[in-house]
């Protein structure tokens, strides 16, 4: 089994940094010098992984402009010097680019990627609110190939943020990083949660997913949860495996761990 191919979905809005999303994508935000999506194109890049699907809204053209070099044109050669580093990254990775027409939450985003993954290929998917070391990244490929098994990226967080995240309903650990998983909750009170195991943005996942997508029913907001197709197919018998993150994780979808992030990187 190769992960060669990543699954980025960037249709949202973003709107916990308006009013700046209205006019720059938050996926195109900076991080230091480089977009927050560059980041994550490296981290893939040195997982061995360099096909890139990004799901992306029709309002967000400009991520494909990004992507594909065009808004640099009139840019060079005066300033070739400065954007080397990113013309060279988008040399390295090959981007696919699909449109969710319509809010319908992460999992509806991938159905629209479908096409881009064959039938027997297994992908990554990475949230670009959450940046990861590529180690863990890597690790995270090493034990999909491993155990033939599904792998989601799990955090511990305190008990008072449960509410906020997909947790895990954990079964026997396999290893010090590696923990077998019943089923996962959405954003369960305190009291409800049966861990402090919260989903991270970054998944190993197997091409039947996009069938079990079709079969999971809404949640009460309308939208399918990609917690609750994973949760079916726990149900029905496939492997799914939790890997504990070894490295720091930053959450830059909130203006306190973008901050974190640019802090911890220009040291």
Not at 66 to 72: A, G, M, Q
């Amino acid at each position: 089994m190769q992960i060669k191919k990543l699954i980025i979905p960037a249709a949202g809005l973003g709107t916990r940094f308006l009013p700046i999303t209205a006019a720059l994508p938050k996926e195109l935000a900076p991080l230091g010098t480089r977009a927050a999506l560059e980041v994550i194109f490296q981290e893939a890049v040195d997982a061995g992984i360099d096909q890139m699907g990004l799901i992306i809204s029709p309002q967000k053209e400009i991520i494909k402009k990004y992507c594909t070099k065009e808004l640099f044109a009139p840019y060079l050669p005066a300033h070739q010097a400065r954007l080397t580093p990113t013309l060279n990254l988008l040399d390295t990775v090959y981007c696919s680019f699909f449109y969710q027409h319509t809010p319908g939450g992460v999992a509806h985003a991938l159905l629209q990627a479908e096409s881009f993954i064959k039938p027997d290929e297994w992908f990554a998917v990475a949230f670009p609110d959450d940046i990861i070391h590529t180690s863990d990244l890597q690790n995270m490929i090493k034990y999909a190939q491993q155990y033939q098994a599904c792998i989601v990226a799990l955090q511990k967080v305190p008990l008072e943020k449960v509410c906020a995240y997909g947790i895990a309903a954990p079964g026997s650990h396999i290893n010090s990083e590696l923990i077998s998983i019943q089923s996962f909750i959405e954003k369960p009170s305190p009291g409800q949660a049966p861990s402090q195991l919260a989903i991270v943005g970054r998944y190993i996942m197997p091409p039947v997913l996009f069938d079990w997508i079709r079969q999971t029913p809404p949640a009460k907001s309308g939208e399918i949860l990609l917690p609750d197709t994973i949760s079916l197919l726990i149900k029905h018998g496939f492997p799914v495996l939790g890997y504990e993150l070894q490295k720091p994780r930053f959450d830059i979808g909130t203006l306190p761990g973008w901050q974190e992030y640019i802090v911890q990187n220009s040291l």
